[in-house]
C-alpha cells in the first residue's frame, strides 16, 4: 500500500490525529498542567464567568444546562440555515433566490451574529473549567450521533471494497 493511498484513508488519519493528540495530552501530564485550577470539578470559589461567581451548584447547573441548550441550539441552525446559506446564497449554481432579498438578506445577518454570539460564549465557558468543557464536548457527540449523522447518512449506501479502492486510485491521479 502506497504512502499516498494510506493517507487518502480517512480512518487512518483520524486515528493518527487521535494518537497524536494523546501524545499531546501526555506531555501536558508531565508539564502539571492537569494539576491547576482550571481542572477542578463543581462550583467552587475560583469559578467565574464573565465576572460572576459560581459557587453553587444552583449557578452551576444553570450554566451548564445553558451551554447544553445552546450547543443543541447551534448544531440545529448550523445543519439547517448554514446548509440553506451554503446551498441558496453562496453558491453560483442556483440563479434564483427562494425569498426576496432583503428577507435572504436578513436571514445571513441574524445567523451570522447569533454564530458570532455563540462563538464567543462558547469561549467564555469553555476557558472557564474543564468540566464545562467537557460537559459541552459530550453534548456535541451526542447530538452528531443523533441528529446530524443520520440527518447526513439518509439514503446513502455503502460502496463494495472494491469500488472504493477504485475510486482511491483515480484520487490519487
Known amino acids: 500500500m502506497g504512502l499516498a493511498r494510506l493517507f487518502n484513508d480517512r480512518l487512518f488519519i483520524v486515528v493518527l490525529l487521535l494518537f497524536l493528540q494523546l501524545g499531546n495530552q501526555t506531555g501536558y ?11 477542578t470539578w463543581g462550583p467552587n470559589d475560583r469559578l ?5 461567581p459560581i ?5 452551576w447547573s444553570y450554566l451548564v444546562g445553558s451551554r447544553v441548550i445552546g450547543v443543541a441550539g447551534e448544531a440545529a441552525l448550523g445543519s439547517m440555515v448554514k446548509r440553506w446559506i451554503e446551498t441558496y446564497i453562496e453558491s453560483s449554481e442556483k440563479p434564483y433566490l427562494p425569498y426576496a432579498k432583503w428577507k435572504c438578506r436578513m436571514i445571513v445577518q441574524v445567523y451570522a451574529v447569533y454564530e458570532r454570539l455563540g462563538e464567543m460564549l462558547s469561549l467564555f465557558l469553555v476557558l472557564t473549567q474543564a468540566d464545562i ?39 490519487d491521479n
Open 55 to 59: 459557587d453553587t451548584w444552583a449557578k
Open 29 to 39: 501530564l508531565f508539564m502539571g498542567v492537569y494539576s491547576s485550577e482550571y481542572f
Open 133 to 171: 468543557t467537557l460537559v459541552e464536548i459530550l453534548c456535541q457527540a451526542f447530538i452528531l450521533q443523533l441528529w446530524t449523522l443520520p440527518r447526513w447518512l439518509r439514503r446513502k449506501e455503502t460502496l463494495s471494497r472494491d469500488t472504493t479502492l477504485e475510486m482511491l486510485l483515480l484520487d
Open 48 to 52: 467565574f464567568f464573565v465576572g460572576a
